[in-house]
Structures are given as structure tokens and as C-alpha cells.
């Protein structure tokens, strides 16, 4: 892994670094994938409806750590024409998973790194299936950003990344080789990285905010300060972590005792902030509730943690959704 | 109880029929008040923002059922002046109970019959304890009843009342001849009256409608015929229901096994309604959280039954109820 696979590849600068596909140029892919190309990787965006606007307009990404502007982006509409990569990043909605095997599939090769930049659990599992050559990592991104308009992203607070390597047997992994690869490209790009041994408690550990918070947030219409602000929806909050902290547990990934009284009090110390399902919700995209909240609801039932305040939450944002569309 | 209490009283025609006294002229008080007017009942009415309204303009009640028109009603602003009555029907939101010592305080005589006309649980214990003199009925209303402009009425859809009696023990009170009294009163005005032994499991049966479609509809901004249509909502309102009639059985209220059944039937074949708390939300009033929340949340507790998804609701509709305040 240190050196690269194809030192006699047609581009020369190829020898200085990895080669990264990243598949989506919405929020995450566009943050990420910009300073990763700033920063002299060389990065190919597989793209859809930004394609033309990337080709003609370029990526502009707007941000509180410095603003990225890529004139001439390498952009693609076919997975199957692009080079060979090191890493791919994936950086698609959850909600356009079923769209993955076409998208992934041509990526599958041995030596290639999948970097799932995705929400949810599980998303890992589904990654190996369809590349079951490659290593696959979660990247679990902290961050606070937006697309705006085509090829124009937002990047307004945050920006950490968490890696974990994900084990076909579902328990830790350690740090692999190709995880302090793709994180020291990080590094090297401005991210901060944080490197996990367990994926399954890495992506229970988000989901201790995310469960709670994107839903409410959209049930409520509400910003999380508002909702860690009131005493019903903080006690409620509460008692969802709650859940979530048992269905981690019987799942295999106890998170430590403090979790919740840390999430609780990050959420406090946060700015005012819409929730990534809150800016689903506002832009008319559909709702990740199969990644966020029916894979780790069926692990929960499987493993027979009750879940009834999250379960309730999901059922009301199944309603919101199916309605929607 | 057949004789009238006070046949020497200056109102000839007193000796027709009970006096009544109407607390709140809004959809539940106007609706039964004017009916039982226009039957010949001698009804006065305590009014508070409609007050000048129904004094220039009288009171208009449009009906499925036929309309009513009461050109000239008895209206007054301090019930420390109104007459002596038989029976008083308390009409006020329940978000208003912190004036019922103020309103239900003078009338409180042996002989007097209250009716509460409200929502919820343990407004009779309430009542009671206001009027320790008088004896206590529940009169649940089953009706989709609006009050769309001061003084005017707009009956929709049902109209049955449930009367039962309350019991200082807590423990089925029977068919008391005061309950008897008011119901042949109500039927005499067209309204359907049902007749329950046991206030607890008639609040209880109530409540297995309310708690579920009274917040989903709130939270969800939905209609019950959306509600019941959508398998998430459909098998979370079941769940719900499961919760309240388990609540209601360790307070000593059994509801029968078939309740939650009866309940989900009764919703499906009901015409798209908005029920009560979705008009208030709709309408800018305080919801009636109290009455249909914390009091058989709070009993549910201490008979040590859990009621979580109850709870969740619960929460959820404080922090709306909070906000828009």
C-alpha cells in the first residue's frame, strides 16, 4: 500500500500520491473530494445532475476553513469509463443505494480502498457485497455542510471525519493499513481524522446523535438548540440515546457509560444547526430512514433491545415521507 | 330528583324542567346548550369572549342535525349572579381549568348536578373537589363540532354524549337518578345518549381514541383517514392504543380485548376528520396536553405501567405547545 499500484500509468504525478474516485459532488463528496484535489491528490467525480455544471462551471466550495475552487474538475457520468483508482470515496445519498452495484461494481479490484461517507449502519455490508475485492472503510463525517446549487457546496462548520475499517465478521478491525492511507491523505488535505478500531461502535456512536436529532428536528421542525433547550424534547432526547446506547450494547458495541450525558452536553456546547435530514427534509429529498433508522431498529429487534420511543419516531417519519412523494 | 327542587321559584314554567347553566359557549357548550334551549330547557349561558356577541346577535348553531337559532339567550359574564340551577355543563377547555373555582365555585349546592363536558382524565375529581356538594358526572362527547365565528356554531359530523357518574372512591358509581335526569333532558333535545356504570372505563375507552389520533394528527399535520391509510401510522396508532388500554387496566379499568380492534375499525369507516387538538393547534390555542397527556400518563405511572410511545407524543407536543406560545 505505501507505494503505488501502478507506477507505469500513463500520468507521471501518479507516483507522488493515490488516485481517488468519488462517487457523488453533492455535500460530502464535493467538500471532500475539492480539498483532497486542492491538496494535489489526484481525484476523478463521478457525477449526475451537477455533470454539466462541474464540466462548464467547475467546484466551488465555500468555507469556514478556506475556500476551494476547482476550474476544471475531472468529471464523469460512466463508472465504468474511469481510471483505475486507489480509493473510492462514496459520497451518494443512502437513499440512492440501490443504484450502488452500478455505480461501485466497476471499482471492484484487489488493492482498492471503498470509503463508505455515508449515513446509517450497515452501509458497510452492503459495500463488500457488491466489492467483495476490495477493503472496504466507514468514514463517518462530522460536518455541517450543504449544497447550495449545482457544483456549489457550503461548507459552515465542522469537517472530522471518522475511519474505521469494516470486518466481514462485524467486529473490530483495528487500524489497517489502507485506513492510515486514506487518512493521512486526509490529513494532508486540512481534515481532521479520527482513527477507530470498531466500526460497529463508531457508527452506534453517531447514530447516539443522529436517531435522536434528525428526527425530531424534522417531526418538529426545529434546530437542535431549540430542542436541547426545552425540557420535554432535552428528557425525550435523553431517553432515545437511551435506546440506542442498548441497541449498540446488545449488538456488540458498548459505548461507554458517559455517552449519552456527552452527546447531550455536545449538543449544548453546538451552534444553532439544521440537521442533515432537516436539510433533506426543507430541500424535498427524501429521508434516509432506511440507514438511520430501519437497519439499526431491525439489528436492535434481532438482538432484543427494545426500541419504543425510536420506533415511534420512525413511524412518524415514515408517514412524513411516504406523504411527500 | 323527578320534582322539581323549587317549585315556589319565580319561573312559572320552572316547573317544567331542570335549569341549566351552560360554562363556555364555544363548540361543546353551544352546540348542547342551544339544543337543549330550543327543546324548552330553561339554559343560561356564561360567556366570556363572546359575551357581547351573543347578547347583539344570539346564538347560531348550523347543524347536519338541523340548525338551531336562539335569538334572544340568557347570557352572563359572573357566575356569582346567575340563577340558582339543577344542572351546571361545564363547556371550557380544559386549558382553562385554572379558572373553574372562579366559574364552578358558586354553583356548588346539594341537588346540583355538574356535568363536565371535557376531555381527558380526572377532570371530575377536579370538579369534585371544587363542588364537594354537588354530585359529579363525566359527559364525554363524541362530535366533530367547531365554533367558526363568535356565537356561531358549526356541527359537522356525530353528536352522541357518554354520561357517567363520577365516584368519590374512584369505583364504578352505577345509573344515579341524577345521570338518568340529564340524559332524558339530552334525549329529549335529539341528542344520543349513552349511559355508562364506570366513569374510569368510559374516560379510558375515550382516551384510546384520543392519545393516539390527537397528537398524530397534531405532530403529523394529518387527518385520521390519513392516519389509519398508512401502514407506519396505522401500526403505530395500534401500539399506542395497546399502551392506553394497559394503562387503563392497572388503574383498575379494564377496557375488553377487542377495544384496540373496535377503535381501529370505528377510524376507518369514519369520514376524513381533524380532531379536536388539530383544530386548536390549527387555531392558535393551547393544547389540551394536561387533560389528554400528563393526567392518564401520570396515572399510568404510578399503577406502573409503561407507556412509552405515549410518552414520546407527549414530549413532542410540549415542545410544539411550548414554542408557539
Redesign the interface.
Known amino acids: 500500500w505505501p507505494q503505488p499500484r501502478d507506477p507505469t500509468g500513463p500520468v507521471p504525478w501518479r507516483l507522488m500520491g493515490r488516485r481517488y474516485a468519488v462517487l457523488g459532488t453533492g455535500a460530502i463528496g464535493g467538500l471532500y473530494g475539492a480539498r483532497l484535489a486542492a491538496a494535489g491528490h489526484d481525484v476523478h467525480f463521478l457525477a449526475r445532475s451537477d455533470l454539466d455544471h462541474l464540466r462548464t462551471d467547475g467546484l466551488t466550495v465555500e468555507s469556514v476553513y478556506g475556500d476551494v475552487r476547482l476550474d476544471t474538475p475531472s468529471v464523469w457520468d460512466d463508472p465504468t469509463e474511469m481510471p483505475e483508482v486507489d480509493v473510492v470515496l462514496v459520497a451518494i445519498k443512502t437513499t440512492a443505494n440501490d443504484q450502488l452495484p452500478r455505480l461501485l461494481g466497476p471499482f471492484d479490484r484487489p488493492g482498492t480502498t471503498v470509503v463508505m461517507l455515508q449515513n446509517g449502519l450497515c452501509v458497510e455490508t452492503l459495500a463488500a457485497d457488491i466489492a467483495p475485492s476490495a477493503e472496504v472503510l466507514g468514514g463517518l463525517c462530522f460536518t455541517c455542510s450543504n449544497r447550495v446549487a449545482p457544483g456549489h457546496i457550503r461548507h459552515l462548520d465542522y469537517g472530522s471525519v471518522t475511519l474505521a475499517a469494516h470486518h466481514r465478521d462485524g467486529g473490530a478491525a483495528g487500524i489497517t493499513s489502507a485506513l492510515e492511507a486514506v487518512a493521512s491523505d486526509l490529513e494532508s488535505a486540512g481534515v481532521e481524522v479520527v482513527r477507530a478500531p470498531d466500526l460497529g461502535v463508531a457508527r452506534w456512536r453517531k447514530l447516539v446523535w443522529n436517531m435522536p436529532f434528525n428526527g ?1 428536528s424534522v ?2 421542525d ?1 434546530t437542535t438548540d ?2 436541547i433547550a ?1 425540557p ?2 432535552h ?2 432526547a435523553a ?1 432515545l440515546m437511551d435506546e440506542v446506547c442498548a441497541a449498540a450494547e446488545a449488538c456488540g458495541s458498548p459505548l461507554g457509560g458517559s455517552t449519552r450525558d456527552d452527546m447531550l452536553e455536545l449538543t449544548r456546547t453546538m451552534r444553532s444547526y439544521a440537521t442533515s435530514m432537516k436539510l433533506d427534509a426543507e430541500a424535498g429529498r427524501r429521508l434516509e430512514l432506511d440507514a438511520i433508522y430501519a437497519a439499526p431498529l431491525d439489528a436492535a429487534r434481532r438482538a432484543g433491545a427494545p426500541a ?2 425510536l ?6 417519519l ?3 415521507d ?2 411527500r412523494r
Chains 1, 2 share one sequence.
Do not use: G, V
Open positions: 425530531l417531526l418538529l426545529a431549540e430542542l426545552d420535554a424534547t428528557d425525550l431517553q419504543p420511543r420506533e415511534t419516531l420512525h413511524a412518524q415514515r408517514f412524513l411516504s406523504r
